[in-house]
Structure formats: structure tokens, C-alpha cells
């Protein structure tokens, strides 16, 4: 069995724990795939297998490797949905971050996260995607993203104006610093910070969220994920942002943007005594006033 290994980096205090990983994956007779730029940087201070292999980029990771496991954060995650693509990888993440609601495997259960794979005792979740279609050529062959989308006003801007419709009729205009479309995956994340509401992830949903709305009476709404949700935009500033997760860029406000689902979506391992709702007690503190 091969599998891919992701990360940005490793801190000093998390050598002990990565050796333990890849001590591990050989102890289950896993090889390791390593991200080109990681390898680098711990060559010389990991004990890895001889027979480790590196990529460096999407096209790099075949069809013989099953997994492809993050270790870091939900940034650091979400990174590997942009290489893993429509193949057919599972996604495991190991929380070397600080929340971890997409990474939510801890660092605490990294032997157990390895023997899960090996035995196949794991569970998966299927995620939907969120697609961007516009006027101008934005995000490269990557215009999806797991969590969300959205368009902001420039740091030095005021207040932008977003035509919103869906499939064709007109829905609202936000008068705001700027609209988040997320995915159920993604009500967790930056929609969540902004009043939105938490979605389950099988709830064939997108979640549309205002940001600083400038009028009081708009709220978030959730909308069918059979939608097309388009947009027009007005602004004061020649340009706006426009982000796909944690990716940006900067455009013209001229551009028309409209986001629907994805047609493929990503597989997501947890172990199996872990679910939504643990996440969700875990993460957020639900349940766990005294008063309970």
C-alpha cells in the first residue's frame, strides 16, 4: 500500500510525533509518498524508509497511491484538495494545528489513524465541492474549493454592493464588506464567524452569508445545492477579491462569477468512533456546561 504525505512544515516541537508517523506507516508495511518541499525539510532530522518517494505536484500522484494524509491543520488540508482532484484518493488529516474541525484526527491518535488505514477499519465521508464558472480565467485548472466562496471589497474600499440570483431570479442585493458561499463542509469555517449557521454535511445545502451586511434585516439563507447562485457586482474600487477557501485573487469588478457544485466530490477518512456531532461537542464546547 502507498500513501501521499502532505504538509507545510514541521516545528521543532512536533519531531517526536512525525518520527512516531512514519515509524508507524513502516511498521504497517505503508510507503510513503512525501510532498517534494517537506521531504526537504526533514530529511536529515526524520528516519524515513529507503524506499520513500517524493511528488511534487497533482499529476504526480497516480493511481496506486489510496490516501493522501495531511498533517497540520485544516489549512493544511484543505491544500491537498487541490491535488488530489476528481482522483480517487481518501483524505486523511491529522490535526497538528489548533482547531482541527476538517483535520480531526489528533495528534494523540496517530498509531491508531495508521493501523485504521492498513486494516481498513476507517470510515469515509463523502463532501461536495463548491465550482466557480466566470468571465475571466481565476484559480488556474483548481476553480473549486471545500469549504467556500467568496468576494470581498478591497482593504481601502468601502462597502460593496453584490447582485445575488439564483438560477437566474433575482434573490438580494447585499450591501456589505462581502458574501460567503459555503459548502456544508464549509458552515463550520468562515461562515460560522459570521452569524451563519451550521449545516450537516449530507444536507445537499449551500449556505449563503453576508459579511458586515450593511442593512440589519439580512440574514444568512440556505439554499438547495441544485442552485446556480450568480452574482454582479458594484464597488467604488475598480477591483475586488474573490477566494476559493484560502486561495485569492484579485479582479476586475466587471467580472461575472456564478458558483454551483462541483461535478465530483472528495472522500474524507475519520476513524470510526468520531462523527459530526463529536466534532462538534469537541470543537465547539457544546454539552459541556456544568449546568448540563
Not at 223 to 240: A, G
Request: proline share 4%; hydrophobic share 40%.
Amino acid at each position: 500500500m502507498r500513501a501521499a504525505i502532505y504538509s507545510r512544515v514541521m516545528e521543532d516541537s512536533q519531531q517526536r510525533d512525525v518520527q512516531l508517523f512514519f515509524d508507524e506507516l513502516s511498521n504497517q508495511k505503508i510507503r510513503p509518498v512525501i510532498f517534494q518541499s517537506f521531504f526537504e525539510s526533514i530529511k536529515s532530522i526524520i528516519h524515513l524508509p529507503a524506499d520513500t518517494t517524493t511528488f511534487s505536484d497533482a499529476e504526480q500522484l497516480t493511481e496506486e497511491i489510496e490516501f493522501i494524509i495531511s498533517l497540520g491543520g485544516d489549512g493544511t488540508l484543505l491544500d491537498t484538495i487541490t491535488l488530489v482532484r476528481d482522483k480517487k484518493i481518501s483524505i486523511m488529516g491529522i490535526n497538528f494545528g489548533r482547531l482541527g474541525f476538517l483535520a480531526s484526527i489528533g495528534r494523540e491518535e496517530l498509531r491508531v489513524a495508521v493501523k485504521a488505514i492498513a486494516n481498513r477499519t476507517y470510515v469515509t465521508d463523502r463532501r461536495t465541492l463548491i465550482h466557480l464558472d466566470s468571465s475571466l480565467p481565476l484559480f488556474g485548472n483548481v476553480p473549486y474549493a471545500l469549504n467556500d466562496f467568496s468576494i470581498h471589497k478591497r482593504d481601502v474600499a468601502n462597502m460593496i454592493k453584490i447582485h445575488t440570483y439564483l438560477n437566474g431570479e433575482f434573490l438580494n442585493t447585499y450591501w456589505a464588506d462581502g458574501l460567503i458561499v459555503a459548502t456544508p463542509t464549509g458552515s463550520t469555517g468562515y461562515s460560522l464567524s459570521c452569524n451563519g449557521p451550521v449545516v450537516f454535511p449530507d444536507s445537499g445545502s449551500f449556505v449563503i452569508t453576508p459579511v458586515a451586511p450593511h442593512n440589519l434585516n439580512v440574514r444568512p439563507i440556505i439554499v438547495p445545492d441544485t442552485n446556480i447562485i450568480s452574482f454582479e457586482i458594484e464597488s467604488r474600487s475598480d477591483q475586488i477579491i474573490c477566494a476559493l477557501d484560502s486561495r485569492r485573487e484579485l479582479v476586475s469588478k466587471e467580472v461575472q462569477l456564478a458558483v454551483k457544485k462541483e461535478k465530483f466530490d472528495v472522500s474524507l477518512v475519520r476513524l470510526s468512533e468520531n462523527n459530526f456531532l463529536q466534532t462538534l461537542r469537541n470543537k465547539l464546547t457544546w454539552g459541556l456546561d456544568k449546568r448540563n
